[in-house]
């Protein structure tokens, strides 16, 4: 673009000084997007208590049921449904079995349970509503038919049938989650999109020439954020609550297992004797739900590119 | 908008608090009606055509709105209902009953020819009853119910009006007590056909001939009983009615006993801590044993040393105790202590309990018992149970047991009912926590099902002696030998263990204070309400 | 529009032949039968019965037998509840889910909107986080808890309604509000995520410009715009509530649909099974369709015929 007639000379290519490049250095330097996203993720004094809360659950799940000397399965006859009892910090249930360690044991569970539900959400159910929406007319058409399908039938039939398959457990709940789990979301991803492929940034896109992908991506799946996020958040607890009704209705994980649901379905029944037994599965299920929440909206914040300055 | 939304808002509270107010007062003077008596139960009967139901609401609810030729009394002995008499011949396989001059309720006489359609009708293959094997002691009743004889073969029949005889296929002793049970129940033709696949739905869709009447039927909700006027026995009967409300869970029950909305509920064990010691508690003894089944088909549970280890190592004290907590007992036997063997005389008396608890026996079995089957490494065992709360916690029981006992690591399997049975049908499984309860009140309503090739053996246990002792004591007129072949039965089956005893079930009910002369019965319809009467509240 | 719908409705019927279809095999590869729940049938006389009522034959023979019937609108009769037809048995229920369904969506959604919208509008303030505490707490008590403890606290300490049984309007109190709360939760945080969103939008700013007045902003343009997500998790929800409140009904004592269609799956009784899964899936296909319809009505930018090219 200069003059290409200008002499080179051997100084020209020596090196600068370190410290001339650092005031040569731009003033502020370059912010990712990812790095703008963890950078207002920390200003969020909530979102950080519920990380925080999460690893100490998530810790407590992994050490909690050795740090006390009971196992999850062991019964005692001879303290049965005791509130407090010698290191049972949080009592004995019906068969004498330590409701701290199962409580930790059951959480677990519970949370192994939730990331599944997570991890079926995000990944069958964000891309098929994205292209659902997307795309709209036949394909819409068609993705929505077979959500109906998958809605109607009763996934009761097909859990019973996943349960004589395999051995009842985690992988049979899993994949009775994963049969209808993401549904909600894909309708709920598919409705974002319908209102905002006829947004003017979209058309401006479009008309840019952007390719699908692109459009997919950059410029509406971070529009979608939000209430994929809510959807998330919602989706955990369904999960877990569907763990446990297949536990009320005798079906759920193997006994002598447990999960929080499992822990609340046996609490509920003795509630009005000895209504610890629910309060502590129940708590810990509604730390854990708070602090999915926390920092659910957090991230929300964070990634909204609304709010990037 | 918001304007909008508040006044629906103010509209929905005041008009439930206005509906809240009206309820109150129309429950207070519910409470107080004499004579009647409230009470829940889990489910309602499909409907009360006596020829094909078989559970449990259908047959107490048949026992108090229907009258056979006998009826329980209060100590489970039979009497006479609406025969008056009975003669049996002497070889004991031909009983002639007289009837009585008894009613419907719409005023027609009850006739011997009502008995014999009705046990015809339960019998012919195209009513599809579940439960007509009850009916098979009578003669060429289980050709024709299989579509291998003839209708007219069956050996009951109506000489007149008053007269119905009655042939056996073998003498049995308990076939007067068999007359009390559902199946045995009078049918009208002319209304049975009047309302053909409609019979019994309905209230009005049926005749009664028993101490009350269903005068209605809110379907899955509720039921009310009204005495009978055109009841034989109708000045016997104090009650004037009875309410059931449809509640399906235990919590719930409980709740409306304490609120004073139901006189009679079950005691689940999860509130049996509140209840201990408190005169509301009325104890129910079923005539039902619990145990293990071993298929004995299997490599492992072939041997009956090690089926026998497993039974030892079970505390059976700690189930009934500290798991059931409903009354149920230890069991050492098949038959429980409540099934008669003479007139006088219960058969567990004249017996012994067989299995008891021994961790050191039990070890030493089980290694002997490998030793022999040349087993080194205990395989892996599956336990097929029930997905119910309790049956869980019974099994989540015998797994640690087994475990610290005999170092066996049982992996737990409840399944739904139905596709547990079906397993089990099939063979497969290895250990299947299961349970059986009298038909009617003699042993061999729990021995004859264990003979080789017999469709209940799901085991497939097979013992040349047994089988020997059971046919033979099926078509015995020797009662007394007869019991005596029993007994030696049961100890040969005992001996080999292809089943662990585990309990006989017993069940527990609140009753308030005020409701009295209510009768349980451990086999066929579980309550009479013929005898009831309320306090002064 | 008039084609679209026509379109509509043959697709519906098409989904609804394919659930038809796959239940009915599903169904049947459940091992057992409807005999089986009685385990003191001898198998001779259970094979008997079975073939008086036709299921020893092929399945495909059954399967077009079933598909005759449907046409004459005859759903068959209960193995159960024997001499009472399906449609009887589905009358029988339904009314009451139905009441206890819209019920908790009429009061979920006005207190859901009111919360959200609120929090929303202050957001920050003590009243945001009230709702938000709510509604995480809405969310993490499973319904069968809340309903225990409204049943012992309301029902049985206090006295002041029905524990349970259906006898007339109040005992539909305490249900209703156990299975509400859910409603609400769900409602409130999907509306103030979105309301967030749209009051930073500039059509909100010129609407202000062009002297709005707030109320009118709020009510015209926010409100609508936030509604999008809502009305889709509305629709699942309602369908949820019409049809999977059965473990309330269970707790309250009603006499309704839910715990009727558990058990038939649990007893294997064909005919009941099918009957309520065509009546469910009917009912989904529909409040889907109406999804849809709500959509364009709500947001008059969208499209569900197609791209907008």
């Known amino acids: ?309 | 908008m918001r304007r909008k939304l508040y006044l629906s808002l103010t509209s929905l509270v005041v008009a439930s608090l206005a509906l809240s107010a009206c309820g109150g007062v129309q429950d207070d003077t519910a409470g107080k009606k004499k004579q009647i008596f409230n009470m829940v139960d889990v489910s309602e009967p499909p409907q009360l055509n006596s020829a094909k139901t078989s559970d449990a609401s259908s047959l107490y609810l048949l026992n108090n709105v229907m009258e056979g030729l006998y009826r329980m009394d209060k100590n489970n002995e039979p009497i006479p209902a609406i025969a008056n008499d009975v003669k049996i011949s002497g070889d004991k396989k031909t009983y002639t009953f007289t009837l009585r001059d008894a009613k419907w309720s719409d005023g027609k006489p009850v006739t011997a020819k009502d008995f014999e359609f009705a046990w015809k009708t339960a019998l012919d293959p195209k009513t599809k009853a579940e439960y007509s094997n009850i009916l098979y002691p009578i003669k060429g009743a289980e050709a024709f119910n299989m579509s291998k004889g003839k209708e007219s073969d069956v050996g009951v029949k109506a000489i007149d009006d008053k007269t119905l005889k009655v042939e056996l296929k073998n003498p049995v002793p308990y076939f007067l007590n068999l007359t009390t049970f559902g199946t045995f129940k009078p049918i009208r033709q002319d209304i049975y056909e009047k309302y053909g696949s409609k019979y019994a739905t309905e209230p009005d869709k049926m005749v009664y001939n028993g101490p009350f009447v269903m005068s209605e039927w809110k379907h899955e909700k509720s039921y009310d009983l009204k005495k009978n006027d055109s009841y034989w026995d109708k000045k016997n009967v104090k009650l004037a009615g009875v309410h059931t409300d449809i509640v399906k869970d235990q919590n719930t029950a409980q709740n409306l006993y304490q609120t004073g909305k139901t006189d009679f509920t079950s005691l689940s064990q999860e509130f049996v801590d509140k209840w201990k010691g408190k005169p509301e508690v009325m104890p129910f003894k079923e005539a039902t044993t619990f145990y293990l089944q071993f298929n004995t088909k299997n490599k492992f549970f072939k041997n009956a040393k090690i089926r026998k280890a497993i039974s030892m190592a079970v505390d059976r004290k700690t189930m009934t105790d500290k798991i059931e907590k409903n009354g149920s007992k230890p069991a050492g036997a098949l038959v429980p202590p409540n099934i008669k063997a003479t007139e006088d005389q219960m058969f567990r008396e004249m017996t012994k309990e067989y299995v008891s608890y021994d961790k050191k026996e039990a070890k030493k079995l089980l290694k002997e018992g490998m030793k022999e089957e040349g087993i080194k490494k205990i395989p892996s065992i599956e336990l097929l149970g029930y997905d119910s709360s309790n049956g869980k916690k019974d099994q989540e029981y015998l797994k640690e047991q087994l475990n610290d006992v005999l170092g066996i690591d049982v992996d737990l399997r409840p399944m739904p009912f139905s596709q547990k049975l079906d397993l089990e049908n099939k063979g497969k499984f290895q250990i299947t926590f299961a349970g059986w309860g009298a038909d009617y009140n003699d042993p061999m309503t729990f021995l004859d099902m264990w003979i080789t090739g017999n469709s209940f053996n799901r085991g497939k246990w097979s013992n040349k002696e047994f089988d020997k002792l059971i046919k033979k004591s099926q078509a015995n007129p020797d009662f007394k030998q007869r019991i005596e072949d029993l007994k030696k039965a049961e100890a040969v089956m005992m001996d080999e263990a292809p089943i662990a005893p585990l309990y006989y079930r017993s069940r527990l009910y609140l009753k308030k204070p005020y409701v009295k002369g209510l009768v349980t019965h451990p086999f066929g319809a579980d309550f009479t309400f013929k005898w009831m009467s309320i306090e002064e509240k | 529009m008039g084609r679209y719908v026509l379109q509509r409705m043959m697709y519906m019927l098409i989904t609804l032949w394919v659930i038809i279809t796959l239940t009915f095999f599903l169904m049947h590869s459940m091992p057992g039968s409807p005999l089986q729940h009685e385990d003191k049938i001898p198998v001779e006389l259970k094979e008997q019965i079975l073939k008086q009522y036709g299921l020893d034959q092929p399945l495909p023979v059954q399967y077009v037998k079933f598909l005759g019937n449907l046409f004459q609108g005859d759903l068959g009769t209960s193995f159960k509840y024997d001499g009472r037809s399906v449609t009887e048995l589905i009358l029988q229920g339904f009314p009451a889910s139905l009441q206890l369904g819209l019920q908790a969506t009429a009061v979920g959604v006005l207190f859901g909107l009111l919360l959200g919208c609120i929090a929303a509008l202050r957001r920050g303030s003590w009243v945001d986080n009230t709702a938000n505490i709510f509604s995480i707490l809405g969310y993490s008590v499973p319904n069968f808890v809340l309903a225990t403890l409204l049943a012992y606290f309301v029902g049985v300490k206090l006295g002041w309604l029905p524990v349970g049984l259906w006898h007339g309007p109040e005992y539909s109190i305490l249900p209703s509000i156990s299975l509400a709360v859910l409603v609400i939760a769900t409602m409130a945080r999907y509306i103030r995520t979105e309301m967030l969103e749209v009051l930073g939008q500039d059509y909100m700013k010129t609407a202000k410009a062009k002297g709005l007045s707030a109320r009118t902003a709020i009510t015209k343009h926010a409100l609508r715009n936030a509604l999008i997500p809502a009305v889709t998790v509305l629709g699942p929800l309602v369908i949820n509530l019409i049809t999977g409140s059965l473990v309330v009904e269970r707790i309250f004592a009603i006499p309704g649909m839910g715990w009727m269609f558990v058990d038939s799956i649990q007893i294997q009784d064909y005919t009941v099974i099918m009957g309520v899964t065509i009546f469910y899936s009917a009912l989904i296909i529909v409040t889907m369709f109406l999804v849809d319809v709500l959509y364009g009505i709500i947001d008059p930018r969208i499209r569900i015929g197609g791209v907008k090219e």
Not at chain 1, 31 to 43: E, L, M, P
Not at chain 1, 62 to 79: C, F, H, K, L, W
Not at chain 1, 100 to 118: E, P
Not at chain 1, 226 to 235: H, K, L, N
Request: net charge positive.
């Open chain 1, 1 to 309: 673009m200069n003059s290409s007639t200008q002499k080179m000379t051997p100084e020209m290519f020596e090196p600068v000084a370190k410290d001339t490049l650092a005031q040569e250095g731009v003033a502020s330097k370059k912010i990712t997007f990812w790095g703008d996203v963890w950078r207002r993720f920390r200003q969020n004094k909530g979102a950080l208590l519920g990380v925080l809360l999460l690893v100490i659950i998530a810790v407590l799940a992994i050490v909690g049921p050795d740090i006390n000397s009971y196992s999850y399965r062991a019964t005692n006859y001879e303290i049965t449904n005791q509130e407090t009892v010698g290191d049972h910090w949080f009592g004995t249930d019906g068969l004498g079995r330590d409701i701290w360690t199962r409580t930790w044991y059951g959480a677990g569970i519970s949370l192994l349970i939730a990331l599944l539900a997570t991890g079926f959400d995000l990944l069958i159910g964000v891309p098929y509503g994205c292209i659902s929406g997307y795309y709209g007319g036949k394909v819409d058409n068609w993705m929505q038919r077979i959500i109906e399908v998958l809605y109607g039938i009763p996934n009761l039939i097909v859990i019973i049938l996943l349960l004589l398959w395999l051995k009842p457990g985690i992988i049979a709940i899993a994949l009775a989650l994963g049969i209808t789990g993401w549904i909600t979301m894909a309708r709920v991803v598919r409705g974002q999109m319908l209102k905002l492929k006829s947004q003017e940034y979209v058309l401006a896109a479009r008309t840019l020439g952007a390719s699908t992908r692109r459009m997919l991506t950059k410029h509406m799946l971070p529009n979608v954020l939000g209430p994929v996020i809510i959807t998330v958040m919602f989706s955990i607890p369904t999960a877990i609550f569907f763990e446990a009704f297949l536990a009320f209705i005798g079906l759920g994980i193997r006994p002598p297992q447990a999960s929080l649901g499992v822990l609340i379905n046996d609490g509920y029944q003795v509630l009005q004797l000895f209504p610890y037994q629910l309060f502590y599965p129940a708590l810990i299920l509604s730390l854990i739900m708070l602090s999915f929440n926390l920092v659910g909206d957090g991230l929300r914040d964070a990634l909204d590119p609304k709010l990037r300055q």
